[in-house]
């Protein structure tokens, strides 16, 4: 999904080769988006549908449960959902062959344990538990006040939801970012199995390969800093 201007259409088309790099089937992206222009033509970009939340909202994730309609772009079957905000680092073949039929999602690296998944990368089956995008239609303000977060609300909503193997996709902060203060010494590694790294929060990774890290007050630069990371080059 791109919306807003800060994911150009350059990320898309970015997205798409690594995509088309890391999978041997033929394997289509469709991006919902409120801006095609510059979008390549091998992508297929249809508009994002109508969900019923308040304009405070209508940037932020919450506008991703419009995934879970059924009829979602004509789509049928299993589809992994990837953010923008990510770089494929493997193979991605094997995430449409495990567990089929299941929701599968990242286990969110802050709240081990808890049962939480992170929708930075996510497979579904399109129309199954349709109904957390029909209740969010008829019953927005208690879902938003209950659950503050749309990937907690997804998470207590799906029965049978099940984790990704933790070596297949690795936060880049959270995971693979050295310790202060070692962070302003060692370039982050990137393990060999991981398949995705996802940029939750800052630096994006246009923004860690040059080793930018955009604060705003100026007290945080003695503790966030990234060094130039070069093998996101390699990969995204």
């Known amino acids: ?122 497979r579904w089956r399109i129309g199954t538990h349709s109904h957390i995008f029909d209740n969010l239609e008829t019953e927005q303000s208690r879902i938003v006040s209950t659950y503050r977060i749309e990937q907690v609300y997804i998470s207590r909503e799906v029965t049978d939801m099940v984790f990704w193997p933790k070596i297949w996709c690795a936060s880049f902060k959270h995971s693979l970012l050295p310790k202060w203060p070692l962070n302003f010494f060692k370039v982050p590694k990137l393990p060999d199995d991981t398949k995705i790294v996802a940029f939750t929060g800052k630096p994006d990774q246009d923004e860690a390969l040059i080793g930018k890290w955009p604060v705003k007050s100026a007290w945080k630069h003695l503790y966030k800093h990234v060094r130039p990371t070069p093998w996101i080059a390699e990969h995204w």
């Open 1 to 122: 999904m791109k919306w807003g201007t800060r994911y150009g259409a350059d990320f898309v088309n970015r997205l798409n080769f690594a995509i088309q790099r890391n999978t041997k089937r033929p394997t289509q992206l469709v991006c919902l988006t409120d801006d095609p222009t510059g979008v390549n033509d091998d992508v297929r970009c249809e508009p994002i549908p109508h969900v019923n939340l308040p304009q405070d909202l209508i940037a932020t994730p919450w506008r991703k449960l419009v995934l879970w309609q059924e009829g979602l772009a004509g789509l049928t079957g299993d589809v992994l959902f990837l953010d923008l905000d990510l770089v494929i680092t493997g193979n991605l073949d094997d995430m449409f062959d495990y567990e089929p039929g299941r929701f599968c999602v990242i286990e969110n690296w802050t709240q081990p344990g808890q049962k939480i998944g992170n929708t930075s990368c996510f």
